[in-house]
Each structure stands twice: as C-alpha cells, then as structure tokens.
C-alpha cells in the first residue's frame, strides 16, 4: 500500500481550490492536524485487512 504524504495532500487541496475559485492558503493548525491523521493511517496495525 502506498499513502499519501502531507505535501501530496496539500498539492491535491491546493488544485481543488484553483479548480473551484476559493481563497488560497491554509490554517497551520489543521495542518498540524491533518500531518497526524496521515501519520496514524500508516500503522497497520490498525487497519490490517488493507
């Protein structure tokens, strides 16, 4: 299985608002909250049927 990195997300997320015409930018702290998410869907243990 290949995840997604923070930077692939913020790449998606940043092509989405140039698609749909919304304010560029994003808030440090969802980031922060967005890096643990990513983090956390990597441990198998988990998710082991993925």
């Given amino acids: 299985m290949r995840y997604l990195s923070l930077q692939e997300v913020q790449i998606m997320h940043d092509?989405?608002?140039?698609?749909?015409g919304r304010l560029k930018g994003a808030n440090p702290k969802?980031?922060?909250l967005l890096d643990s998410a990513l983090t956390q869907i990597q441990n198998d243990s988990y998710?082991?049927?993925l």
């Fill in 30 to 32: 969802q980031i922060a």
């Fill in 15 to 20: 092509d989405i608002i140039d698609t749909i």
């Fill in 47 to 49: 998710y082991p049927s």
